[in-house]
């Protein structure tokens, strides 16, 4: 390029142009090509991206199965939102194996997990669930919550919304009391508390039968354990876990 800008011509002879018919016909080698370069590039510029889906923890304790038998439903609550996916986790049971025995205590699913503290970091959102004991949660859930205090220290679980269903004896035995006393742990851990208010419309307000459950969460009458939940109950727990990966799903977009 000259200061003009004008082009140079190149100084580079071109090559001449055969005149022999056969030179014309010959066909350039080809260019070796390294198959796993090119199976690489193929399979970084094809293969779509898959987003993971964001995680409900369902982390609870139940003696006589009423509170696995929300759990369960409330899973098919949360897996009902697109994106968002419930993991069932139970807490570590702190009667000896003697003891249960002598409780009647029905063998514990081993399909279900537990869970340690530590792996609570992983949750997107947790739903706690428990039996009451009079009026508090049970030992089971509170040594679990005892065990968080690394957590605690360290603030892993601040903003994170979560939220409480439980089980009790009695129509005056906690249904509200038992998540009221809960919301301590956490406030100390900076987590949010998502309760479902009267969102599960007309089903809150029924009287034609006995119904477990709250504003505080869904919940369950045990009576002297013999009493399954009925399938207003049931709904109120899947809307509950339906509720919550909503609201998951939501903070995770702001």
Known sequence: MGKGGGCVPSKKKQPPVSDDPVSTTLEAEPIPVNDEETNDIASTS?????????????????????????????????????????????????LS????IKMKVPEKDVGIPEITAAELVNADGVLFGFPTRYGCMAAQMK?????????????????????F?????????????????????????????????????AGMFKMDSIRGGSPYGAGVYAGDGSREANETELALAEHQGKYMASMVKRLAQT
């Open 165 to 201: 269903f439980v089980s009790t004896g009695t129509q005056g035995g906690g249904q509200e009391t038992t998540a009221w006393t809960a919301i301590t742990q956490l406030t100390h851990h900076g987590m949010l508390f998502v309760p479902i208010g009267y969102t599960f419309g």
């Open 46 to 94: 094809l293969e779509p991206t898959i987003s993971s889906k964001l995680k409900v923890f369902i982390v609870f304790y139940s003696m006589y199965g009423h509170v696995e038998g929300l759990a369960k439903r409330m899973k098919k609550g949360v897996d009902g939102v697109e994106g968002v996916e419930a993991f069932l986790y139970r807490v570590a049971e702190t």
């Open 97 to 100: 194996d003697d003891v249960l």
């Open 143 to 163: 040594a679990f919550f005892d065990s968080t205090g690394q957590l605690w220290k360290e603030q892993k679980l601040a903003g994170k919304p979560a939220g």
